[in-house]
C-alpha cells in the first residue's frame, strides 16, 4: 500500500532582503502551542479518490489559514511574515528514511484570500467581544440610548437595542423555566443568538457526561445496551420541557418546527439547542407564577 507524507513549512526573511532557510512549522513553534497541522500521513484508503499531489494541496490550503492566524506566535522567534510550503515525501522501500516528491507553494491569490479569512475571523471575534461588553455595561446600569451613543459608527443602534431587548427576554425566559420545571442543576437556560434571537439551551445531566466519556473509551468491550450514556432520558427530559413551553413559545430547528431529539443533548458535554420565540402574549412573570402552580416537571 502507498504511503505518504506532508511536512508544513515556514521561511522568514532575512534582515536585509535575503530569503531565509525552510524550517518545519512544528519547530520554529517550539515550545510554543500551534493548532496547524505539521505533519500529515496518507494511505490509499485515506487518499482515495485523491492523488498524493491533491492531498498535498488540501493540506497546504488547511495549513495557510492556520498559519497567518498564528503569525504573532511566529513573530516570537522571528520578526516578519512567513513564507508557507508543504513538502510531500514518500517512503524508501527497505529503509526508514523518506524520499522527497514534490514542493507545493501557494499563488499570491490564495495568500490574499487567507489573509482576508484571518482578518473577517478577527473581526468577527472583536465584535462579539464588544456585543458580550455592551452587555456587561447594560447589567451595569448604562441605558440602551447611553449605550447606542457609546458604540455609534461601530454597531448599528438597531442591533444594540435589540441586544439588551433580547437579554431581557432571554431572562424573562430562563426566570420561566424555573417557575415551570425543577431544575436544580440549571441544565435549561436561554441564550442570545447573533442575529439576537433567543436559543434555548438544555444541557446533559452530570450521569450523562460520565457515562458517555466511559462509553467513547470503552464502548467496544463491553455490552452496553440499546441506550448507552442516557440519550433517550435526554429526549424524555427535553419532551417535557418544551411540553413545558408549548402555551408561551414556539420551538424551531432549522427553520422547521422543533422536536425533542433537537434540543436533548448529543454530544455530552454540549447542549443541545433549538431557536424559540414567544408567542403573541409575551410570558409575564405574573404568568408564569400562574403556571407555575400545576405540579411542575423536572429535569432529570
Known amino acids: ?26 519547530e520554529v513553534l517550539n515550545p510554543y502551542y500551534s493548532n496547524a497541522r505539521c505533519i500529515e500521513n496518507w494511505d490509499e484508503d485515506s487518499m482515495w479518490p485523491r492523488t498524493p499531489t491533491e492531498c498535498a494541496e488540501d493540506d497546504l490550503e488547511h495549513a495557510l489559514d492556520t498559519v497567518i492566524d498564528e503569525q504573532y506566535l511566529a513573530r516570537v522567534v522571528r520578526e516578519g511574515t512567513m513564507d508557507v510550503r508543504i513538502q510531500l515525501f514518500k517512503p524508501v522501500a527497505e529503509s526508514s528514511s ?9 499563488e499570491p491569490s ?52 435589540g441586544l439588551v431587548q ?9 426566570k420561566l ?15 442570545i443568538s447573533d442575529d439576537n434571537g433567543l436559543i434555548l439551551h438544555l444541557f446533559p445531566s452530570f450521569s450523562q457526561e460520565i457515562n458517555y466519556e466511559e462509553w ?16 433517550r432520558a435526554g429526549v ?25 431529539v433537537h434540543l436533548a443533548p448529543s454530544e455530552p458535554p454540549y447542549p443541545g439547542m433549538v431557536r424559540i420565540e414567544a408567542l403573541a402574549t409575551e410570558p409575564s412573570a405574573q404568568t408564569a407564577a400562574e403556571a407555575a402552580k400545576g405540579e411542575a416537571p423536572t429535569l432529570r
Open 166 to 174: 433580547a437579554h431581557d427576554e432571554a431572562e424573562t425566559a430562563t
Open 216 to 231: 467513547l473509551r470503552h464502548g467496544d468491550e463491553q455490552d452496553w445496551g440499546p441506550d448507552p450514556w442516557g440519550h
Open 110 to 161: 490564495r495568500v490574499a484570500r487567507a489573509y482576508l479569512r484571518s482578518a473577517v475571523r478577527g473581526f468577527d471575534e472583536v465584535r462579539q467581544d464588544l456585543r458580550h461588553r455592551i452587555l456587561a455595561a447594560y447589567l451595569a446600569g448604562e441605558t440602551a440610548d447611553s449605550l447606542v451613543t457609546e458604540v455609534s459608527g461601530r454597531i448599528p443602534e438597531d442591533e444594540v437595542r
Open 236 to 260: 424524555e427530559v427535553a419532551e417535557r420541557l418544551l411540553t413545558a413551553l408549548g402555551p408561551f413559545y414556539s420551538a424551531f430547528w432549522n427553520g422547521e418546527k422543533a422536536r425533542a
Open 98 to 106: 523518506w524520499r522527497h516528491v514534490s514542493a507545493h507553494s501557494p
Open 177 to 191: 423555566i424555573a417557575h415551570l420545571s425543577h431544575d436544580p442543576a440549571h441544565k435549561a437556560w436561554v441564550g
Open 1 to 26: 500500500m502507498d504511503e505518504y507524507r506532508t511536512v508544513l513549512e515556514v521561511r522568514f526573511p532575512e534582515p536585509h532582503g535575503e530569503e531565509g532557510t525552510w524550517q518545519r512549522y512544528d
